[in-house]
């Protein structure tokens, strides 16, 4: 029987079948097409949603980054009430009621403490220069001449990725950071992510306007999440934007994270082929 390449032509037949059984695909630029299905969920939701939208995205372990709008700037207030005279706190307590309530008065209270216009120029150091503190909680006079605090999706991510890269803080108050930042609040983004999950994000909350910005630390494959939604008719479509590209984005990860560069996955306890 004649020979092709030292393998009769019953065993090639035999091993091309096996290739194909066992073979994963490796079309080039797979992951990409996955980012593509992101952008096309997130296109829809923003053409549903009457108001302005704008998304930044960042995969924490590539660097590759998503981006709508994302140097727009609407307005990204904090909120609140304390009881003045009362209770002795500390500023770390302030800012975790900050951030877990969105207090008003602690957010004041830490504002004067630190000077507005030390926060902007630490904020200049580094090179954000569209987020800006310009009044306190609760002015309506400095709202109404419109000195509103304002940010940008892209400047947030930006911010949150040195942040998680240790440019800012050092170890011990970048670990401090981001276990304030995933106090367990009210807010979008983790609103329909898995249970224990950490996520470390502020959400902010205006009439006409609705804000969450954080990181998702999804085991092996954390990414940055900057959702702001401003112009809103109803403030609830603001809210369910978010968190359905919030979910959108989650799954999206967790594929990532769960797979192998060809896609395969293998799920705890599966021992098949």
């Given at each position: ?13 035999a ?35 009457d ?32 009881t ?73 991510m ?66 940055v ?22 979910l ?21 306890g599966?021992?098949?082929?």
């Amino acid at each position: 029987m004649p020979c092709f390449g030292g393998i009769q032509p019953l065993n090639r037949f035999a091993a091309f079948i096996l290739l194909l059984a066992t073979s994963v695909a490796q079309a080039p630029n797979k992951q990409q097409v996955l980012w593509q299905k992101l952008e096309a969920s997130i296109a829809e939701v923003d053409r549903n949603l009457d108001g302005v939208l704008g998304v930044a995205i960042e995969d924490l372990t590539t660097g590759q980054k998503y981006l709508l709008h994302a140097d727009e700037v609407p307005d990204s207030d904090i909120m609140g009430g304390l009881t003045p005279g009362v209770t002795r706190i500390t500023l770390r307590d302030l800012a975790t009621m900050m951030v877990a309530v969105s207090d008003n008065s602690a957010t004041n209270v830490l504002i004067d403490r630190v000077g507005m216009e030390n926060v902007n120029t630490f904020l200049d150091s580094l090179g954000l220069t569209h987020i800006r503190l310009r009044r306190r909680m609760m002015d309506l006079k400095a709202a109404g001449e419109r000195r509103e605090n304002v940010a940008t999706p892209a400047e947030m991510m930006a911010l949150l990725e040195d942040l998680y890269r240790g440019k800012v803080l050092n170890k011990e108050f970048t670990n401090d950071f981001f276990k304030m930042l995933s106090t367990h609040k009210n807010s979008f983004i983790p609103r329909d992510l898995p249970e224990g999950l950490k996520i470390a994000n502020k959400p902010g909350e205006l009439e006409g306007v609705r804000n969450d910005s954080g990181i998702v630390f999804v085991e092996k494959r954390p990414y940055v999440i900057c959702t702001m939604t401003t112009y809103l008719r109803r403030e609830r479509d603001g809210e369910e934007a978010i968190r359905r590209i919030s979910l959108e984005t989650y799954r999206m990860f967790d594929r990532l994270a769960r797979a192998s560069e060809y896609g395969r996955v293998i799920s705890p306890g599966n021992s098949s082929r």
